[in-house]
């Protein structure tokens, strides 16, 4: 009897120290990071994804050791709905933290980040430079100006209206997808300011506004100088415009040339009065408020000032100009 006694609790013992282990390495299984595949990899769940296919999904792709392990998971996390979407795993981590990813809703995406005054061209270079997709794929979408016919019939392109701000782009968003997101916000930013101007006018002088002016404050005063030349027949001259007709012709060498001031491009306000046929950079909201209430100045030339600020001095004269000009030459010179 003794002897069954204590066969009995070797064997009751035994299978406590079983259930413990079991238990033990099943809480193991599911805080160890794991990682199966290689530098990284996405996982995408549509919406309706059950939970059962979600962990074979992260099974096979390697995101977890089986399926099993992020079914214990969800039962832990037990109440946590888990959110649709596409996901990146480059480090290794466990089902909890996994889980806890796909709960949070922690869905990967590209940071699109696109400041004032940044034109198709420069978008296209930081797109490509995301990986997103080549710079070429989406100036083709950009160089279509349909999407915003509506509101500008005469635009020539999207230039103007892809609006600067930062945007989270999924891998799957395309050229003409993008385009649609940067109109988007341009449409929501011009209803805001509940005015009723020209579209293709004020964004085309916003533009150059946003080129010419790095001091927020200043962005009137030039609004101001180009209406008072505008309004006296008087050419625009504005150098960023130049660039831009270089841009267009695929003949930008990064600094501006006798020949770039000589061309024939509509874009070339120093050939041709008015403005040009339109925008030349995607301004931001001052430089658009600055177009609808410009300074109040009688002033038709500026300068940038030798101090290095970004700052100009504006002149109402050709003589006042000419010797703030001489001024900045003579400050470079130092």
């Known amino acids: 009897m003794k002897r069954a006694r204590i066969r009995w609790r070797r064997v009751v013992g035994l299978a406590v120290f079983c259930a413990i282990a079991a238990v033990a390495f099943s ?12 530098t990284e990899v996405f996982v995408d769940f549509p919406r309706g994804t059950s939970s059962e296919t979600l962990a074979a999904r992260l099974a096979r792709a390697g995101v977890v050791r089986s399926r099993w392990d992020f ?13 649709a979407g596409e996901y990146r795993f480059h480090n290794p981590a466990s089902p909890l933290a996994v889980y806890d990813r796909i709960a949070r809703g922690d869905i990967f995406a590209y940071e699109l980040v696109l400041p004032e005054g940044r034109n198709m061209f420069d ?25 915003i016919r509506d509101l500008d019939p005469k635009a020539p392109s999207l230039e103007g209206y892809l ?10 968003t395309t050229p003409a997808g993008l385009c649609r997101i940067l109109t988007d916000q341009f449409r929501v930013q011009w209803k805001a300011l509940h005015t009723d101007a020209d579209v293709h006018r004020t964004i085309t002088l916003a533009s150059m506004v946003e080129k010419e002016s790095k001091l927020g404050d200043e962005r009137p005063m030039v609004a101001a100088v180009f209406e008072n030349r505008l309004r006296t027949g008087m050419k625009l001259d504005c150098d960023p415009t130049t660039v831009y007709a270089a841009l267009l012709e695929n003949r930008y060498r990064g600094t501006i040339y006798r020949t770039d001031l000589d061309s024939e491009n509509a874009y070339n306000t120093y050939r041709h009065a008015g403005l040009p046929p339109g925008p030349i950079a995607n301004p931001g909201v001052a ?4 177009v609808l209430n410009p300074g109040n100045s009688a002033a038709l030339y500026f300068v940038l000032r030798p101090d290095g600020s970004g700052g100009h001095q504006f002149s109402n004269s050709l003589a006042e100009h000419s010797a703030a000009v001489a001024r900045y030459r003579h400050g470079l010179e130092k």
Not at 27 to 38: C, H, K, L, N, S
Not at 71 to 83: H, I
Not at 163 to 172: A, C, G, K, L, W
Not at 287 to 290: F, L, N, S, V
């Open 163 to 172: 609006f600067p701000n930062t945007y989270r782009v999924s891998r799957h």
């Open 71 to 83: 079914l214990a998971a969800r039962m832990v996390e037990r109440g946590r709905l888990l959110k």
């Open 27 to 38: 809480i193991w299984r599911m805080v160890a990071p794991y990682q199966g595949f290689g």
């Open 287 to 290: 430089a658009i408020r600055a």
């Open 123 to 147: 978008i296209a270079a930081a797109v490509e430079h995301l990986g997103l997709f080549p710079a070429t794929d989406f100036l083709a979408a950009a160089r279509n100006p349909e999407m």
